[in-house]
């Protein structure tokens, strides 16, 4: 009903397709991902063995397939729903922020559709910086809007009215493709700084965790429930890592004892 109601609308006014990144069947199957993932997590399920079937999983040593695990999961040519593309683009940009020196939250990964507009929290001792990130194609040529703009902006200053911080805060936009010429004159105007055209590039994706308490050393894959809330760079030791073996070797165990295929 929501579907045949949805194309009623399209069809009336067809502009409205400007304005929306993804179709509701990507929704649709995007949210059904996200609720198979947290049901898997809740059965102790390792995610590992989403990209690592049975027959490989027995034949190889944790090490091998969660290394594995990774390659598939960063290989260019999986299939990915728009949303995880989306997560996989803010986690790229937040990390270009890290290396800055900036301690970033991942907001939009953490709290999904409840994230206030706001996609990274990257804060430094002089400002706080409120992202937000749109990965858009550039194949389809949608830009961005002057509405995201305007949310961004007014997501900046929600943040700074509501955590009454001392600190500037600056509005940003990060999105692979470019933005509508009514939504650059709404950056313009509102002092949103823009970067378009930012690719998304390899990177080490494995982060290197020191718990504050016990020091215990642990590495979290990017498939890893708890790997968006993971800090990396408060402790001395943590770095990210380029592959298991390296975390490994660096004396980092893997973050949870999964019960994978051996249950």
Known sequence: ????????????????SDYTELTVDELIKAMRED????????????????????????TLSPTERNQLALDRYCDPA???????????????????????????????????REDEGIDLVCENEECVVIVQCKRL????????????????????????MSTKTPKPVRAVLV???TLSEEARRFAEHLDVEVRDFEELKAYPMIKCNVSRGSGEKI????????????????????FY????????????RRAFRWKGHDS
Do not use: C
């Open 175 to 177: 999105t692979t493709y």
């Open 219 to 238: 590495y979290h894959l990017p498939m890893d429930q708890q790997y968006d809330k993971v800090v990396i760079g408060d402790q001395d030791g943590e």
């Open 35 to 58: 609720e198979e993932t947290k049901t898997a997590a809740a059965k102790g399920e390792d995610p590992v063995a989403r990209y690592v079937p049975k027959a490989e999983w027995r």
């Open 78 to 112: 999986r299939k990915r729903t728009p949303w995880a593309a989306g997560i996989a683009f803010e986690r790229y940009v937040g990390y270009l922020w890290e290396q800055s020196g900036y301690a970033v939250e991942y907001q939009g990964a953490v709290r999904g």
């Open 137 to 160: 194609s550039v194949v389809k040529q949608i830009p961005v809007r002057e509405n995201v703009v305007a949310q961004v902006f007014g997501s900046a200053e929600f943040y700074r």
């Open 1 to 16: 009903m929501a579907l045949n109601r949805i194309d009623l609308y399209e069809s009336l006014a067809p502009w409205l």
């Open 241 to 252: 890592a380029s592959t298991v073996q390296e975390a490994e070797n660096a004396g980092f």
